[in-house]
């Protein structure tokens, strides 16, 4: 029964491609100009990647239709932007410049030298000219530029702040956690201060002037160098998007190291000493077919209008890879064809035997990309859809282009050309060839002479491997392993931290250390909407819900029960308590609303239209939120308790917002669209594995050795200071399907192996695969490495995960899973009868796994699979 299965997938596949083989050989220009003319053509999108880029950071690192964007639509419907500024009450982030200001060497900064440097910087920025001033742009209440309290406080005299007698948290009903920090009180008196933080916020209507003075504001604080006593750091509202926005910069000249090393790694792999049979244009091709599918699959979808997100740019790197990965099956099955025969007869066997495995490796490989379209962050889908359709571009291109470049230098060899010269050489007799000699091969085979390297792996590899002692230093290895790895994952945080969106060294980054350090006491003061249009404020139940809600939420460990709520209704009912009117009447309750609304302040915090009261709201402060788990904890207890208050004997209807919330949303789901993307994948590789693996106790070693595989490069990547995030998510996911790749080559190779003893069969499938699933490896990493160089998080992270990937799963396919399966005899009982015997090496590359699962008996040639 597997075999029909396996022979109905295999066998159609292979003439298909012996066909398209033979066409290719007969008119390889054709295919290499039209492979050319396509890349070029389609290449032209790229005149739309300007207008195409998705850069803005909410939009592609924060969740789809996360819940905290539908909250933030209903506050900013119930409570339209006022012209009286108020920052407690900004829906969005709101547009400012800000400063921290620090002692020099990190003394108390509330002196009188610190603050005559803090007084005329605060004068230098309000004087800052871009065609309009600060005054004319600023954020106004009452008429006024909303203004800094710790300044306002000393009035704007610095020898005042010694002698000023100020409160903290709260002085004189202003709230000071966010204007100063690292304090030393006594009672609730501040006595000392490590840090000052001012803003400077903007009229948000002003778009077009805004931005022209925020830049101002950069260059001012850029080269700012008169202060005497403290220390600056900066910031304004749109500085995060422009930091993240110049990651490109850092990236593009790595482009041209890596393709430099991806040749010279070709060309290594492909040198012979004899000056024919060498294939230094053929590696040099197989590059540049690599670069093309990234040239015409992106040029495509920026056609089609797809977003090109930030993630996107790494895209290239891990092209580059699996490119030269399909470009040494080619090679290699070539070089197992007969030299005598004709090139369009050698081509054809090659794609008889490499075109089954790169069709179904990049079908698996391309599967895991589109699981990824799953996940509810734009970046990663963005992602996922140009690096999957680059893979099909790389399979079309390898098979077109790249196979007439094989064709064409078959031709060379066939006339004993000289690789670089293409004059014709003497034939060599022996293995010996030359710069003036060349064209050797094996006169028994009449095949090309092997690698030196292959004997490696079967003469000394494999029996040092399945001796008893080292069979047992293995087995505590990988106990180790296992457990370093499941530590690891303990110690997993979560979320994207926003500052690891700047580029390393940035001003940015700086000033998000100060804030962490001297300002993260303090957390956001979170908004509770009263959504619901029927509640009855003036019913004393009603109230008594409200109360009983409203404590609930003071009572919370995030929440700073010494801070009342900021309630427009307490102020409300001691207004009215104080005038004698009785607030549990509807008439009179609504009769004194307006009139308490504009005399207090509150005429915000109310959606009173029309005699009806359409939604309020309230704020908590919180407290102590300095870690992303802190950030989680947090929102998450807001939302349960707003549950909670839902399910009141007098129900409130109410939700909970900051404009923070966007951002940590993606605590909401990052861990279950992890774990759901992970399950999908594995189980579709675990389908696969059972269809085309013919023993289903080595189609869960497969499945066991994914999942060892995930839970290393999760661990480690944690104890590797990488979060799980949206960048690294989709990473997990890949992983899955490059796993598979190294675990079935070794399973498959074991089953198949018609040895007597499972440690003889181990060694049969290490000398088989040792060498190609090194090489694959090899090239793999090779593609990302230099983005290890990148002064940007999120590709330094794209290359930590995916030399994990590349590292448990070629570890765990050399070592760990041939040692495994030489301790069951079971899995070694395969339908092994009637095969012919099999060759004894392969110097293939890691990712042929299809084309030896596919396949229940073994083809004319084995060793290209």
């Known amino acids: 029964m597997a075999k029909c299965k396996t022979d109905c997938i295999e066998k159609p596949l292979s003439l298909v491609f012996e066909k398209l083989g033979r066409v290719v050989g007969r008119h390889p220009c054709v295919f290499l100009l039209l492979a050319l003319y396509v890349a070029a053509a389609l290449g032209a999108g790229f005149i739309f990647l300007h207008e195409r880029e998705a850069n803005d950071i909410e939009d592609q690192f924060t969740p789809v239709n996360g819940p905290a964007k539908l909250e933030r639509a209903i506050v900013v419907e119930n409570f339209p932007r006022s012209e009286e500024f108020s920052e407690l009450r900004l829906a969005s982030e709101g547009t400012y410049a ?3 200001i620090t002692g020099l060497q990190g003394e108390n900064i509330l002196t009188k030298a610190a603050f005559n440097d ?24 009452k008429g006024r530029c909303l203004s800094n309290a ?19 948290p709260m002085n004189n009903g202003m709230f000071l956690g966010t204007t100063i920090g690292g304090v030393e009180l006594d009672s609730s008196k501040l006595t000392s201060a490590k840090a000052v933080r001012l803003f400077y916020f903007l009229d948000e209507k002003k778009t077009k002037e805004n931005p022209y003075w925020l830049d101002g504001f950069l260059k001012l604080l850029s080269n700012y160098t008169e202060q005497k006593t403290v220390h600056v750091s900066y910031f304004t509202s749109i500085s995060r998007q422009n930091e993240f926005e110049n990651n490109s910069d850092s990236i593009i000249p790595l482009f041209s190291v890596t393709y430099i090393l991806a040749i010279a790694i070709s060309i290594l792999s492909c040198l012979r000493l004899d000056c024919v049979r060498t294939k230094v244009w053929v590696a040099v091709l197989g590059v540049v077919s690599a670069g093309m599918s990234v040239l015409a699959s992106f040029g495509l979808l920026l056609f089609c209008g797809m977003p090109f997100a930030m993630t996107v740019e790494t895209a290239p790197f891990l092209i580059l890879g699996v490119g030269v990965d399909d470009m040494f099956i080619m090679i290699s099955c070539w070089q197992k064809t007969e030299v005598n025969k004709a090139v369009e007869i050698r081509l054809a066997e090659t794609y008889k035997e490499a075109g089954v495995s790169i069709t179904i490796t990049t079908l698996t490989d391309v599967l895991a990309f589109y699981i990824g379209l799953m996940t509810p962050f734009r970046s990663v889908q963005s992602f996922c859809m140009y690096t999957s359709t680059a893979l099909l571009f790389c399979y079309v291109f390898n098979i077109t282009f790249f196979g007439a470049c094989l064709a064409l230098n078959g031709r060379r060899e066939k006339d004993n050309r000289h690789w670089l010269t293409c004059m014709k050489v ?23 002479f092997e690698m030196p390297v292959d004997s490696f792996f079967k003469n000394y590899y494999g ?16 106990a180790g392993y296992l457990a370093a790895s499941v530590y690891g994952c303990f110690q997993m945080q979560e979320g994207l931290d926003v500052k690891n969106l700047a580029t390393d060294g940035s001003y940015v980054g700086s000033y998000y250390d100060k804030e962490d350090e001297f300002f993260s006491a303090f957390g956001p003061n979170v908004m ?11 019913n004393p139940t009603a109230r008594e819900s409200l109360d009983l809600c409203l404590e609930n939420f003071q009572n919370l460990t995030v929440a700073d029960s010494g801070i009342s709520p900021i309630s427009w209704l307490s102020e409300y009912m001691q207004f009215v308590k104080n005038a004698g009117f009785n607030l549990n009447s509807e008439k009179q309750f609504k009769s004194y609303l307006t009139a308490f609304l504009n005399q207090s302040g509150f005429s915000q915090d109310v959606n009173f239209t029309n005699n009806k009261i359409h939604a309020s709201r309230m704020f908590i402060q919180t407290v102590n939120i300095r870690t992303s788990i802190d950030e989680k904890n947090m929102l998450n207890a807001f939302r349960e308790t707003a549950e909670k208050c839902g399910k009141l004997q007098t129900p409130v209807d109410l939700i909970v917002y900051h404009p923070t919330f966007i951002y940590f949303d993606q605590f909401a789901v990052i861990i279950s669209n992890t774990i759901q993307n992970l399950v999908v994948a594995t189980c579709a590789m675990l389908v696969i594995s059972l269809l085309l693996i013919p023993n289903p106790l080595c189609s869960l070693w497969v499945t066991f050795s994914i999942a060892s595989v995930i839970m290393g490069v999760a661990g480690f990547m944690a104890l590797w200071d990488v979060s799980l995030d949206a960048v690294s998510m989709i990473i997990l996911v890949i992983c899955i399907g490059f796993s598979v790749d190294f675990s079935a080559h070794i399973s498959y190779a074991f089953v198949s192996s018609e040895k007597s003893s499972a440690n003889e069969k181990s060694m049969d499938a290490i000398n088989k695969l040792g060498y190609p699933i090194i090489q694959g490896a090899v090239s793999t990493i090779a593609g990302v490495v230099v983005l290890s160089a990148a002064k940007s998080y999120i590709f330094r992270t794209f290359f930590k995960i995916m030399f994990l990937v590349i590292l448990f799963g070629a570890v765990h396919g050399i070592i760990f899973i041939p040692v495994f399966l030489s301790f069951l005899g079971t899995c070694s009982s395969s339908h092994v009868k009637n095969k012919p015997n099999l060759p004894e090496h392969s110097d293939t590359s890691e990712r042929r796994v299809k084309a030896i699962v596919i396949q229940n008996e073994w083809s004319a040639d084995p060793d290209c699979y």
């Open 98 to 100: 800000s400063l921290i």
């Open 118 to 141: 803090i007084i005329e910087l605060d004068r230098r920025v309000k004087n800052i000219m871009t065609g309009n001033t600060f005054e004319k742009l600023c954020a106004k209440t």
């Open 150 to 168: 710790i300044l306002d406080i000393i009035n704007y005299n610095a020898t005042e702040i010694v002698s000023s007698n100020i409160k903290y």
């Open 426 to 448: 003497p034939e060599a007799t022996g293995d010996d060839g030359g710069c003036c000699v060349g064209g050797a091969y094996d006169k028994n085979t009449h095949k090309e």
């Open 463 to 478: 029996p040092f491997l399945t001796t008893v002692w080292v069979k047992t230093f293995v087995c505590l290895i990988y």
């Open 528 to 538: 509770l909407v009263i959504k619901d249009e029927d509640f009855q404020y003036w």
